[in-house]
């Protein structure tokens, strides 16, 4: 027989449990992981804390040995921004966390001695400023801190990339079309995102119905090609439609966008609701078609534009444009580059070089987004609010959920009160968070 090889890792309360089978049967697993169609961590492997790094497994390993099992206090962060010009971030994620360490605290933890506080999802952010603070033994919780990280990175620099495009689009539409190029199995992660960063729609099914909204969405190249000309997938799209779908031609695929323009109106007729620019010179094209639309009366016909746009071209266009689908640039936006830090160890500060050392607090000066981190429970008034709130209280949530539009209003709420430096698209200078021991 093969010489036995430990395979599979699995957390079963705050233990690890290293069940050791052959190598035939390792062959088995192996063969069995791959006979799934498509390649994706699945729920339970999540909770199972197998979607994790190997050195954290050997870390446990070596605490159980040696017997530790210490109480810590564990601060989420960034050092900086992954887009040179952003002036500040928006927090994303946090109910996937929640709804992670909830569950570690009911069937995971030996203990109900989890805490958890963080900034509210949509909340602006800055660099070195926590924006999530976990209290609790580092065995019951720490192996979840790839999952953790990843929540929040990936969904908080889609969001920061939306709300940029959200400001510069001022009351223009704004829609995400970027799923495609993503994984799907992350298309409600990116949709979610889109739309509580301020989007006013997303276009995967999948992904607006997790939110409970209706995607949108026009007319694709293949439509016009499977017909063979414009004017017959301009008729059917019209003829065959629900009258509540908008009529949005996309007027690029045979001829010049100002001819198939031309055709959709003679097609849809009053029931033309917009038309959609998918590539070319979208500046010059747009203010072309729109002189073409109302010098024929038809001023309220909408001006869409898609095909690799970002927060730039969207300023540059939205003289011309009255609506944006965004795609590739904000489903595939830089994450931000969170770090989950060790910075109390059984009630002792301690923290790795770098690291402010101790639980720390931050408070905004109302209205001018201007933070304060200060030691945790030293109280800051005049002017000053919290903006980490405990939502994990001894292994229970004590928050009530927020829906999506619940974060989207806080996100266009704050865009208001954004000063001009930070609405800009380009870095400015100045540092709005300062420590205060």
Same mark, same amino acid.
């Given at each position: 027989?093969?010489?036995?090889?430990?395979?599979?890792?699995?957390?079963?309360?705050?233990?690890?449990?290293?069940?050791?089978?052959?190598?035939?049967?390792?062959?088995?697993?192996?063969?069995?992981?791959?006979?799934?169609?498509?390649?994706?961590?699945?729920?339970?492997?999540?909770?199972?804390?197998?979607?994790?790094?190997?050195?954290?497994?050997?870390?446990?390993?070596?605490?159980?040995?040696?017997?530790?099992?210490?109480?810590?206090?564990?601060?989420?962060?960034?050092?900086?921004? $992954?887009?040179?010009?952003?002036?500040?971030?928006?927090?994303?994620?946090?109910?996937?966390?929640?709804?992670?360490?909830?569950?570690?605290?009911?069937?995971?933890?030996?203990?109900?001695?989890?805490?958890?506080?963080?900034?509210?999802?949509?909340?602006?952010?800055?660099?070195?400023? $926590?924006?999530?603070?976990?209290?609790?033994?580092?065995?019951?919780?720490?192996?979840?801190?790839? &999952?953790?990280?990843?929540?929040?990175?990936?969904?908080?620099?889609?969001?920061?990339?939306?709300?940029?495009?959200?400001?510069?689009?001022?009351?223009?539409?704004?829609?995400?079309?970027?799923?495609?190029?993503?994984?799907?199995?992350?298309?409600?992660?990116?949709?979610?995102?889109?739309?509580?960063?301020?989007?006013?729609?997303?276009?995967?099914?999948?992904?607006?119905?997790?939110?409970?909204?209706?995607?949108?969405?026009?007319?694709?190249?293949?439509?016009?090609?499977?017909?063979?000309?414009?004017?017959?997938?301009?008729?059917?799209?019209? #003829?065959?439609?629900?009258?509540?779908? $908008?009529?949005?031609?996309?007027?690029?695929?045979?001829? !010049?966008?100002?001819?198939?323009?031309?055709?959709?109106?003679?097609?849809?007729? $009053?029931?033309?609701?917009? @038309?959609?620019?998918? !590539?070319?010179?979208?500046?010059?094209?747009?203010?072309?078609?729109?002189?073409?639309?109302?010098?024929?009366?038809?001023?309220?016909?909408?001006?869409?534009?898609?095909?690799?746009?970002?927060?730039? #071209?969207?300023?540059?266009? &939205?003289?011309?444009?009255?609506?944006?689908?965004?795609?590739?640039?904000?489903?595939?936006?830089?994450?931000?580059?969170?770090?989950?830090?060790?910075?109390?160890?059984?009630?002792?500060?301690?923290?790795? @070089?770098?690291?402010? !050392?101790?639980?720390?607090?931050?408070?905004?000066?109302?209205?001018?987004?201007?933070?304060?981190?200060?030691?945790?429970?030293?109280?800051?008034?005049?002017?000053?609010?919290?903006?980490?709130?405990?939502?994990?209280?001894?292994?229970?949530?004590?928050?009530?959920?927020?829906?999506?539009?619940?974060?989207?209003?806080?996100?266009?709420?704050?865009?208001?009160?954004?000063?001009?430096?930070?609405?800009?698209?380009?870095?400015?200078?100045?540092?709005?968070?300062?420590?205060?021991?």
């Amino acid at each position: 027989m093969a010489k036995n090889t430990a395979i599979n890792v699995r957390i079963k309360y705050k233990y690890i449990i290293l069940i050791t089978v052959s190598k035939s049967i390792y062959c088995i697993f192996l063969e069995w992981k791959t006979m799934r169609r498509f390649n994706y961590c699945d729920e339970n492997e999540i909770l199972d804390g197998r979607a994790t790094d190997a050195y954290f497994l050997r870390t446990f390993e070596v605490l159980k040995a040696k017997r530790i099992d210490k109480r810590v206090v564990m601060e989420a962060m960034i050092k900086g921004f $992954p887009d040179k010009d952003y002036n500040f971030g928006v927090f994303s994620g946090i109910q996937e966390v929640i709804n992670l360490l909830s569950y570690v605290a009911e069937n995971v933890a030996e203990s109900n001695s989890l805490n958890v506080w963080a900034m509210q999802d949509g909340e602006i952010f800055f660099p070195n400023e $926590p924006v999530l603070r976990i209290e609790g033994r580092y065995t019951d919780f720490g192996i979840y801190e790839t &999952a953790i990280l990843g929540f929040i990175s990936y969904a908080s620099g889609i969001a920061t990339k939306a709300v940029r495009s959200r400001i510069v689009a001022n009351d223009k539409l704004v829609f995400s079309f970027g799923t495609r190029r993503l994984h799907p199995s992350v298309a409600p992660v990116i949709e979610r995102a889109c739309y509580a960063g301020g989007f006013d729609a997303v276009s995967s099914i999948v992904g607006a119905e997790y939110m409970g909204k209706n995607a949108v969405g026009t007319m694709p190249h293949a439509l016009m090609l499977l017909f063979g000309n414009s004017a017959d997938a301009f008729h059917a799209f019209n #003829e065959v439609l629900p009258k509540e779908v $908008p009529r949005i031609a996309l007027v690029d695929t045979y001829g !010049s966008p100002k001819e198939e323009t031309l055709l959709a109106l003679e097609c849809m007729g $009053p029931n033309l609701y917009g @038309v959609r620019v998918d !590539s070319g010179n979208l500046l010059k094209v747009g203010k072309e078609l729109r002189w073409e639309l109302d010098i024929r009366g038809r001023e309220d016909v909408k001006l869409f534009a898609s095909g690799g746009l970002d927060e730039y #071209e969207v300023k540059r266009l &939205a003289e011309v444009y009255d609506g944006f689908g965004i795609g590739t640039k904000v489903a595939n936006a830089p994450v931000m580059d969170f770090a989950l830090k060790i910075v109390e160890v059984d009630g002792i500060p301690r923290a790795k @070089v770098g690291n402010y !050392s101790g639980a720390k607090d931050v408070y905004r000066l109302k209205n001018e987004f201007r933070d304060l981190v200060v030691p945790k429970g030293k109280e800051i008034t005049n002017g000053y609010k919290p903006l980490l709130h405990q939502v994990i209280r001894d292994g229970k949530v004590i928050k009530a959920f927020e829906s999506v539009d619940d974060a989207r209003e806080r996100v266009l709420s704050q865009i208001k009160r954004l000063p001009d430096d930070l609405k800009s698209l380009y870095k400015k200078d100045g540092d709005r968070v300062k420590f205060f021991s």
